[in-house]
């Protein structure tokens, strides 16, 4: 059974900087992809971005351009490099291991989330 663990959530003021990382148990490079979901409070859990074995990112439309997705294998962490953040990315996030391309979204290991709150 893998865990993850995200951490690095917090209070941070608009147009300020966060950091969040997700700590696997174990190796992360067994994965086809690693992704970083987010749900607001009385919405759906939404995909935010993605990071394939193949290095292939992707991002949902409302975060291009200001949030990162990175990975260090050695660590076993992926990152969300999240900046000039607005109240709107309020949230809790999520980190999700996709085990093989065939494993559908929304599915695989998912960790316990960390909760962003954007506010002055």
């Known amino acids: 059974q893998v865990q993850l663990v995200e951490s690095g959530g917090g209070l941070v003021q608009p147009g300020g900087s966060l950091r969040l990382s997700c700590a696997a148990s174990?190796?992360?490079?067994?994965?086809?992809?690693m992704h970083w979901y987010r749900q607001a409070p009385g919405k759906q859990r939404d995909l935010v971005a993605t990071l394939t074995s193949g290095e292939t990112t992707n991002y949902a439309d409302s975060v291009k351009g200001r949030f990162t997705i990175s990975r260090d294998n050695a660590k076993s962490t992926v990152y969300l490099q999240m900046n000039s953040l607005k109240p709107e990315h309020t949230a809790v996030y999520y980190c999700?291991?996709?085990?093989?391309?065939?494993?559908?979204?929304?599915?695989?290991?998912w960790g316990k989330g960390t909760q962003v709150t954007v506010a002055s």
């Open positions: 999700n291991a996709r085990i093989t391309r065939l494993t559908p979204l929304g599915m695989g290991y």
């Open positions: 174990g190796s992360i490079a067994r994965f086809y992809a």
